[in-house]
């Protein structure tokens, strides 16, 4: 993505008035590890980009959001996937607003082009990295399912889209790769929908769908070894509209039917399977949910730890964790011993910044002028503070600050926990019209969601991230 005079202008400009991490918390939200079984190559999404590690988080690289073309407009939290490698590395697909990007090295992205400029519904990698599936959630239009059979270098749609249907989540299996699961809402009345498909993605089924009092469908996972086990996450609300917990929907007969497995007192903001499908992980802010692990393929959780969990991923017989940098001092951590311990692999604090790149590029024009600013904003302050990766005897993680300001009050107890919950849990969207030039954006706080009144009470003029999926290599 090589920037014309008048673009780098305007990127300058953008980013001399646009608050780092989009006024919110820096935060992490989603990884990504692989391909296969390899461990090196790690990308973590945060609230202020998209961080890339490729020696198994010993160093990490930042790269903006405008590298992606997603940062100058409303906030924007990407899906991402990682493809197998190849000659070019490792393919690096960040979903946008208005179509995919595909980055195969740390200076530059590039537009997929057989998308075109459509909203992304998501976008999601098998266990090798060789398949790959992007869904269009434009509204007035047909969305479109697109897939890739050679890591995420080219593709081809599937079908030709489904009217009135916004679609959020999209989940392949690793042992059936004709098996795909979506959902989403239905654009007339916002009405979360769900569907099946047998033959790769091109015909779509949709099932009947019992949330058992559940407000939305997000995919979870589907079991490594069995493509009919599925599991879906839905948010239950109380009566003033505020997060009153989450429950975990399991189906055992390929989406036919639902029964709630499990249900949590706070948002669950992560979930992961082993390989083998019998070790399940769940966790989120609360520290009443903390780290949650099942031995018995899901049939019943025990608390392994109290630490704030924001994201998870088993990959290749480790677990990594988003955890709460403005409580613990770390962003990602990973435990080879199933959750009880974890060692620290990023702090905010440690970040080294953009890559090396030449003039020209985003990284080197925009990021690197953009990181000036924002190394002193993540820099914590007591940095004397005990590394929370290392835990105490129960688990819990030990408070240290940093945050959005220098000095910073650390996030604790409910009040941090809840807010981590209202940065990160769900989105609302208001969709163009065909042809519009106007891309779909975010609805303000003054919106009548009480979801988007909860997000902007943390992030003011921003939005919230969308419900990460289970997370399994």
Known sequence: MRLTPLALALALAAQRTTASANGRFPTSQFVVVGPGAERDFIALRTTFGVLVSEDAGRSWSWHCEELFDYGQSAVWDPPI???????????????????????????????????????????????????????????????????????????????????????????????????????????????????????????????????????????????????????????????????????????????RSFAVAHRTRGPMLGFAYSADGRTLWLGGPNPEDGLQRSDNGGQSFQRVSTRQVLCLRWHAGALYICQNHTVDGVALARSDDGGRTVAPLLRFDALEGPASCPQGTVARDVCALRWLTLRRLLAAPDAGARD?????????????????????????????????????????????????????????????????????????????SRPPRASTD
């Open 388 to 464: 929370a990766g290392t835990p105490t005897d129960s688990g819990a993680p030990t408070p240290r600050g940093g945050c959005c300001s220098v000095p910073a009050r650390p996030l604790v107890g409910w009040s941090g926990w809840l807010c981590v919950a209202m940065l990160l849990v769900g989105r609302r969207r208001s969709y163009g019209s065909p042809g519009s030039s106007t891309r779909p954006t975010i609805a303000s706080a003054a919106s009548s969601s009480a979801r988007s009144a909860r997000s902007a009470s943390c992030a003011p003029g921003g939005r919230a």
């Open 81 to 255: 996937a990682i493809g197998n490698r190849g000659p070019d590395g490792v393919p690096l697909l960040v979903g946008v607003p208005d179509g995919l990007q595909r980055a195969t090295d740390r200076c530059e992205a590039r537009r997929v082009p057989e998308v075109g400029r459509d909203y992304t519904g998501d976008v999601t990698a098998d266990a090798s990295g060789r398949e790959l599936v992007w869904v269009a959630s434009s509204g007035g239009v047909a969305n479109r399912v697109f897939r890739s059979s050679d890591g995420g270098r080219s593709w081809r749609a599937l079908n030709d889209g489904l009217r009135g249907v916004l679609f959020e989540t999209v989940e392949l299996s690793d042992s059936d790769p004709q098996r795909v699961y979506f959902t989403g809402v239905t654009e007339a009345d916002r009405r979360p929908v769900f569907y099946r498909s047998d033959d790769g993605g091109r015909t779509l089924i949709e099932r009947s769908l019992d949330l058992h009092g559940g407000r939305d469908a997000w995919l979870a996972g589907v079991d490594p070894t069995n493509p009919d086990v599925l599991w879906l996450r839905s948010t239950l609300e109380d009566d003033a509209g505020m997060v009153s917990g989450t429950l975990l929907l399991r189906s055992q007969d390929g989406g």
